[in-house]
């Protein structure tokens, strides 16, 4: 198993409510990212797991809280988002975080906040 | 810091002819370097990476990069390009001394003309 798979794909909510987006791989990797794309433009890292703990959080706003259960698992819970949120949410892995190993990404969550 | 400049936004080529996307880096320290593709409403797919083993670099589907440490560039070409090349192009740059964030350019979009 090669891939990574993102759920759900598509994602619409209110600016109350509660939802979570699911990353999972299965290739045995040990770092686990999120990033966030806008429209035309690159993606932006937003958090960084390295054996399942949080080595980096991009100054990234409150209501975006990540979680990694196990190793081959990423969540991002969202709660109480703007519309500007709205955006591709691409999860990526990676064997480790060290130099030369290729990050290899999900198919991406299409978020749109009302 | 690290950084990677994408010149030129769009690029339209004819079926058939030479793909050429440019990509120059800026690093205090050799870097590892990676284009990425991404097609409409998908993730981002590994095309080849630069890792110091080679500077000419194999990738899939027919493209390749050179890297020119004098000229900090790693530019992306493919002989003939194909309808099925039209998607956005990503290069992207990490440090070589355990730098957990990948970097990306501000893509191209590649356009193929019939």
């Known amino acids: 198993d090669t891939e990574v798979t993102q759920t759900p794909k598509h994602l619409v909510m209110g600016m109350t409510n509660k939802k979570s987006l699911k990353c999972e791989q299965h290739?045995?990797?040990?770092?686990m990212y999120w990033y966030k794309q806008k429209a035309k433009k690159p993606p932006e890292l937003m958090f960084v797991?390295?054996?399942?703990?949080?080595?980096i959080n991009e100054s990234v706003p409150s209501r975006f809280s990540p979680e990694c259960p196990n190793s081959s698992l990423l969540n991002l819970h969202l709660h109480a988002l703007q519309p500007e949120d709205s955006a591709l949410y691409l999860c990526?892995?990676?064997?480790?975080?060290?130099?030369?190993?290729?990050?290899?990404f999900g198919p991406g969550t299409r978020l749109t906040v009302l | 810091a690290q950084s990677v400049t994408q010149l030129g936004s769009h690029v339209s080529v004819s079926e058939g002819a030479l793909v050429l996307l440019r990509c120059n880096y800026s690093?205090?320290?050799?870097?590892?370097l990676f284009w990425y593709v991404q097609y409409p409403n998908q993730g981002l797919q590994l095309l080849l990476k630069?890792?110091?083993?080679?500077?000419l670099v194999k990738g899939i589907n027919g493209f390749e990069a050179e890297f020119k440490k004098s000229e900090t560039s790693f530019h992306l070409t493919k002989p003939s390009a194909h309808m099925s090349d039209a998607a956005e192009y990503f290069c992207?740059?990490?440090?070589?001394?355990?730098?957990?964030?990948?970097?990306f350019g501000t893509g191209t979009r590649l356009t193929i003309i019939p």
């Open positions: 690093s205090s320290v050799p870097p590892y």
């Open positions: 992207a740059v990490r440090l070589n001394f355990g730098n957990e964030k990948l970097t």
């Open positions: 630069y890792t110091s083993a080679a500077t």
């Open positions: 797991y390295s054996y399942e703990k949080l080595s």
């Open positions: 990526a892995s990676s064997l480790h975080t060290l130099s030369g190993v290729e990050s290899f």
């Open positions: 290739m045995g990797h040990r770092a």
